[in-house]
T-cell receptor, first 110, second 116 residues
Framework: GQQLNQSPQSMFIQEGEDVSMNCTSS?????WLWYKQDPGEGPVLLIA?????ELTSNGRLTAQFGITRKDSFLNISASIPSDVGIYFC??????????FGTGTSLTVIP | GAVVSQHPSWVICKSGTSVKIECRSL??????MFWYRQFPKQSLMLMAT?????????EQGVEKDKFLINHASLTLSTLTVTSAHPEDSSFYIC????????????FGNGTRLTVT
């Protein structure tokens, strides 16, 4: 199957710090999504990217669809305790079949 | 926004019994639903894709006779874990999408299955 590598695997940061994580693939994709998953719950969509080079913000979150269509990054500014969770990237071409990254676990220390 | 409801949230069953998990799209017609399995601290693993009115497509290594999927309507898909064993204990999550323009997947809240 498709390989999506996310880095870093986990992060421990102080409240108020900015966070950056990225996702790379071995193949080109037309759609990139970023999800956040809290323990014991399903993933919640944060940002959807549909165009290479696209930069999209959602509150304190900013994500970009890489120009090569093989990567994407997610930034979180001024982190707060409720940002804790696991962040997944996902990408797809057609048919709504999405492939998920390996996840980045974020811990915010108050 | 789109809402996907999954039921039950958690279930404990005895080894050898079957368990049914429901996934409903509450405010849109889900022509395609996906079932994932997730082990602790790992990513989501796609088990199967179900299309309304047709047979599900299973990923390699997933036993279709063990994980029965039915997608009888545009708002409901079910996953039945048959003859459950302790190794089937996991977090199962469904997601739903619509036909046409590639739309983001919306996920249910997951079902924690524990087989004793």
């Amino acid at each position: 199957g498709q390989q999506l590598n996310q880095s870093p695997q986990s992060m421990f940061i102080q409240e108020g710090e900015d966070v950056s994580m990225n996702c790379t693939s071995s193949s080109i994709f037309n759609t990139w999504l970023w999800y956040k998953q809290d323990p014991g719950e399903g993933p919640v969509l944060l940002i959807a990217l549909y165009k290479a080079g696209e930069l999209t913000s959602n509150g304190r979150l900013t994500a970009q669809f890489g120009i090569t269509r093989k990567d994407s990054f997610l930034n979180i500014s001024a982190s707060i305790p409720s940002d804790v969770g696991i962040y997944f990237c996902a990408c797809a071409n057609t048919g709504n079949q999405f492939y998920f990254g390996t996840g980045t676990s974020l811990t915010v220390i108050p | 926004g789109a809402v996907v409801s999954q039921h039950p949230s958690w279930v404990i069953c005895k080894s050898g019994t079957s368990v049914k998990i429901e996934c409903r799209s509450l405010d849109f017609q889900a022509t395609t639903m996906f079932w994932y399995r997730q082990f602790p601290k790992q990513s989501l693993m796609l088990m199967a894709t179900s299309n309304e009115g047709s047979k599900a497509t299973y990923e390699q290594g997933v036993e279709k006779d063990k994980f029965l999927i039915n997608h009888a309507s545009l708002t409901l898909s079910t996953l039945t874990v048959t003859s459950a064993h302790p190794e089937d204990s996991s977090f199962y999550i469904c997601s739903a999408g619509s036909r046409g323009v590639l739309s983001p997947l919306h996920f249910g809240n997951g079902t924690r299955l524990t087989v004793t």
